[in-house]
């Protein structure tokens, strides 16, 4: 076989693949998301591969700032108090998932340049269809997902409750990293009456699934997402790369926050929503570990091992810490110090330049430009910094993204 006929059918497995992606996202979704995991390091391989096949592969300044930076994460478990029995750990997992990452988001590129009409309609199917399923389930009290939890779970209605709002919140989140790119697809395929209508449908869905879910980062973030495409249509040679700036300011200023946090008085916590109040907390505890480790942080997964706690305005006694800071750039400076946020900075200073080259009209920076708002807003209020899950669906929005540029075919 040639090495060209091993490239066509290498991209039609391909694509055959996304299209067996983009038909599980809504149920992996639904489910909490962890199931992107394994999904996105398949896509990895099968996009590495092809440029290995087709001599494509070149490694670039993005995977050796991803790399770097990871690879500096498993040295901080080194002098991390968290200690797991796990035979491969968080921290190699993201060091693998690494290389993965990258490679998934080119196989959209690769899928796309016969195939993206119908893999648009796919991606327009699944998320109209997921945000009304979890509309749906939200507002009839988790009724889709207990129902389907019933037939293979035994555990007690409360747990599984408590599991089920935070998986539906997951959702909800990434829905919201789809935003952007599936208003841009709408507006290019259809009238501006038709695509109004869809518009105001959708994002009311995500909304109405935040408010009864109780997730306010939904609505926030949703409101920014919106704001950042506009601002991108506007300034479309200018808006990524700002925005990919601030998301830098907001980890290597994350001390600032954390110590102004750290001011904040008991009476004025006390004033603020439980949910914030709980935020300030984490934040202004964090910054006498950060005062503690500043060059090189108190090490990967440090935060789980922090057991003091607080009582909340409800009564209850909750870890101050809650298994992480819900900040992406206090989590970053307080397990890895100023080494990790300058490494940090280095790897989204790395996605400018390629991201130019993707960036050639007004759709296609709005598209991004809600992508990157999404993912800095989303990781500096609820996420985990080093959830692979989260850095997962990241990863496969920006794929889906990729498609705003792509030729509008469908060769078979």
Known sequence: MSINSMALSVEK?????????????????????????????????????????SRRFTF??????????TSYLCLSANWSPYETNIFITNYNKLLIMSIALYWSVYLFELASNKNSKKLI????????????VLFVDIKTHYSVTMAIETLYTSEDRLSRLVQ???????AIVFLVLLLSPVLVFIFSRYSKYISLIASVIIVSL??????????????????????????????PRFAPSFFIFISILAIIFAPVLAYFSFLITEPGLTE?????????????????????HPFVGAGFDASRTFNDSFIAQDGRNLSLLSLHPHNLGIQIWTETGLVGAVLASILLLSLIKPLKKNINNSKSSSAYSGVIVASFTISSLTIG????????????????????????????
């Open 164 to 170: 089920t709002e935070m998986n539906l919140g997951h």
């Open 385 to 412: 910094a080093w959830q692979l899950w989260w850095w997962s669906a990241v990863f496969l929005a920006l794929g889906i993204t990729k498609l705003v540029n792509s030729p509008n075919k469908c060769d078979y």
């Open 13 to 53: 497995f391909a694509y055959n693949f996304l299209v067996l992606v983009l038909v599980l996202t809504p149920i992996i979704a639904h489910a909490g998301g962890l199931g992107f995991v394994p999904i996105v390091f398949l896509m990895g391989l099968v996009g590495l591969v092809f440029c290995l096949i």
């Open 60 to 69: 670039t300044k993005v995977q050796l700032a991803l790399i770097v930076f």
């Open 206 to 235: 995500i909304i109405s699934a935040s408010i009864f879910n109780h997730l306010g980062i939904g609505i926030f973030s949703v409101i920014a997402v919106l704001l950042s495409m506009g601002f991108g249509y506007i300034y």
């Open 121 to 132: 309609t796919l991606i327009l199917i699944m998320s109209f269809l997921e945000a009304i």
């Open 272 to 292: 603020l929503p439980m949910s914030w109040d709980h935020r300030f907390r984490m934040w202004g505890y964090c910054w006498n570990i950060i005062s503690e």
